[in-house]
């Protein structure tokens, strides 16, 4: 019975380049959400989405951040053109349902380090 | 801007005694609270949730809730060393795409002392 799972677990990157992450939701949850943890920070919201659908990004940063979920594969988190201020780590958690009350289960997270 | 704040600590509390964390929100239309606990370089761990104002307990845990003071706590009895952790207080409100979005505080790092 596997959780929420997340690839790479670590991934580095110089600046420039492109970071591209991937979360496996929980079987039979089709609702994605990806957080952002700074170091000694809380976990920012980024993005939810569902299947084909990005529902709520308003946490996403404006440039060089996107988000996806197809119908067949993994959630995918691209960062585009990295810069130092990217790194961090980065969770997915997902959920069975969007309402109230829908617990949301944690990835291991990825954790990016740009040089 | 909608904000949960907690006590960053650490907090040092002797095993066996009850470890007591708070978190307080400015949002008032907000309708569930969790509690999530996160070791050292790990992922966040959901200990509790509470949707009703008034305590829930769960084993040697006890989430605390009062809408009206926008507060909720977590309460750990019989405190042991493997509850050393960072405890993240969450709390989720209907956003406007109409999902429940999760609003973490940074987290109140806990330790407990043999």
């Known amino acids: 019975n596997a959780g929420v799972m997340q690839n790479p677990r670590h991934l580095v990157r110089r600046r420039g380049q492109e970071a591209r992450l991937r979360c496996s939701p929980m079987k039979g949850h089709s609702h994605v959400y990806w957080y952002r943890q700074l170091p000694e920070e809380g976990l920012k919201f980024m993005v939810y989405?569902?299947?084909?659908?990005?529902?709520?990004e308003s946490g996403m940063p404006k440039e060089r951040f996107s988000a996806e979920f197809p119908k067949e594969g993994p959630s995918i988190l691209r960062i585009q053109q990295v810069v130092r201020g990217d790194s961090a780590a980065y969770f997915c958690?997902?959920?069975?349902?969007?309402?109230?009350?829908?617990?949301?289960?944690f990835g291991p997270g990825t954790r990016l380090l740009v040089l | 801007q909608k904000e949960v704040e907690q006590n960053s600590g650490p907090l040092s509390v002797p095993e066996g005694a009850i470890a007591s964390l708070n978190c307080t929100y400015s949002?008032?239309?907000?309708?569930?609270f969790f509690w999530y606990r996160q070791y050292s370089g790990k992922s966040p761990e959901l200990i509790m949730f509470i949707y009703s104002n008034g305590d829930k307990e769960d084993g040697r845990f006890t989430a605390q809730l009062n809408k009206a003071s926008q507060y909720v706590s977590l309460l750990i009895r019989d405190s042991q060393p493997s509850d050393s952790a960072t405890y993240l207080c969450a709390v989720g409100a209907l956003s406007n795409f109409g999902n429940e979005k999760l609003t973490f505080g940074t987290g109140t790092r806990l330790t407990i002392i043999p």
């Open positions: 949002d008032r239309g907000s309708q569930s």
């Open positions: 958690a997902s959920s069975p349902g969007a309402a109230y009350q829908e617990t949301q289960y």
């Open positions: 989405l569902q299947k084909e659908n990005i529902i709520d």
